[in-house]
């Protein structure tokens, strides 16, 4: 992780045509979510219940698909990315009027907006000497079910972050219906030791085209 993110070879923020790059990665890392899922997101997607801003990961739209009917699911955005400054980021691009989040991703022929970034983090693993077919952008979401089951969170709220189809004794009952002040405190327990890369990060965000004043 942090070789990954390493500030000085890691795309930065304050360039508008890699906010994919940069943002992508860490919300896979902190929220486990899926590749495309992430990609396709439309800034109306970034929602708030209760007070907490989330994540709504749907197929609403006509160019927007989700691997299974579990996969839909409304989750808490971690305070690390909004202590980053992801919001603002959002922000700015409903100020914008654009419609997708990450406006310089294009849809595939297979409907994916993901291809480019896909490509990009494999050449960027390959550029740091990271190898192996355990070791693709996938890896972020097998990092986040380890680290959730090391931080003893319920099997019940990990599929309800993660997506998953129910996995556990006498689980009927998916995520929708679970509390979401209660999935933020168990979401906050994940967490990696990257405060020097994130801090960096934080500096350099704050000084971006989309947080001057």
């Known amino acids: 992780l942090h070789k990954i993110f390493n500030p000085k070879t890691y795309p930065s923020p304050k360039m508008r045509n890699k906010q994919a790059k940069f943002w992508v990665p860490l919300i896979a890392l902190y929220q486990g979510c899926r590749l495309n899922e992430i990609c396709q997101l439309d800034t109306l997607d970034i929602v708030s219940k209760k007070g907490i801003p989330c994540f709504f990961i749907n197929s609403a739209a006509k160019d927007k698909s989700l691997k299974n009917k579990t996969s839909e699911r409304l989750i808490p955005i971690h305070p690390v990315l909004i202590d980053?400054?992801?919001?603002?980021?959002?922000?700015?691009?409903?100020?914008?009027?654009?419609?997708k989040l990450f406006s310089e991703l294009n849809r595939t022929e297979r409907g994916k907006y993901c291809r480019s970034v896909q490509a990009w983090f494999a050449r960027h693993l390959d550029s740091l000497g990271i190898t192996g077919s355990d070791k693709v952008f996938h890896s972020f979401r097998h990092t986040f079910e380890t680290k959730a089951i090391e931080k003893r969170i319920p099997a019940e709220y990990q599929n309800a972050l993660g997506g998953w189809a129910d996995r556990g004794t006498g689980q009927r009952v998916y995520g929708k219906t679970k509390d979401i002040n209660v999935m933020l405190e168990e979401l906050s327990?994940?967490?990696?030791?990257?405060?020097?890369?994130l801090k960096v990060f934080k500096e350099k965000i704050r000084t971006s085209f989309y947080c001057r004043e």
């Open 189 to 197: 327990k994940i967490s990696y030791p990257l405060s020097k890369e």
């Open 84 to 99: 980053l400054g992801f919001l603002q980021y959002v922000d700015f691009q409903r100020k914008s009027n654009s419609k």
